[in-house]
């Protein structure tokens, strides 16, 4: 499976940006499919998740401002951001998940800056 990510920019403080996220290949909608972020000496940490029964997850420090979305025939997700906070500032990058065998895809990453 390859993940192709999109719509990272720079915005300020209050703004908001929409990520997309694109599956291709043998990409199935029994995936979970979310988007971590990742800073320079931080690690890893999930933003977002949408399992394949639509159910999703949040970092609490998201929580009421960003929203994650999925189509699963085309195999895509989105994250709506909104309310940016300077914290926001990260690499973004797009997961797949495939629990029963545990496969793992990675986006490329998508830069996300917020600016005072």
């Known amino acids: 499976v390859q993940l192709q990510a999109s719509g990272g920019g720079l915005v300020q403080t209050g703004g908001s940006l929409r990520l997309s996220c694109a599956a291709s290949g043998r990409a199935s909608s029994l995936a979970s499919m979310a988007w971590y972020r990742q800073t320079p000496g931080k690690e890893r940490e999930l933003v977002a998740q949408?399992?394949?029964?639509?159910?999703?997850k949040y970092a609490d420090s998201v929580k009421g401002r960003f929203t994650i979305s999925r189509d699963y025939i085309k195999n895509t997700i989105q994250l709506q951001m909104n309310s940016l906070r300077l914290e926001d500032t990260a690499v973004y990058l797009c997961?797949?998940?495939?629990?029963?065998?545990?496969?793992?895809?990675w986006g490329q990453g998508t830069q996300v800056t917020v600016s005072s």
């Open positions: 997961n797949y998940h495939l629990t029963y065998n545990g496969y793992d895809a």
């Open positions: 949408v399992d394949r029964d639509g159910s999703t």
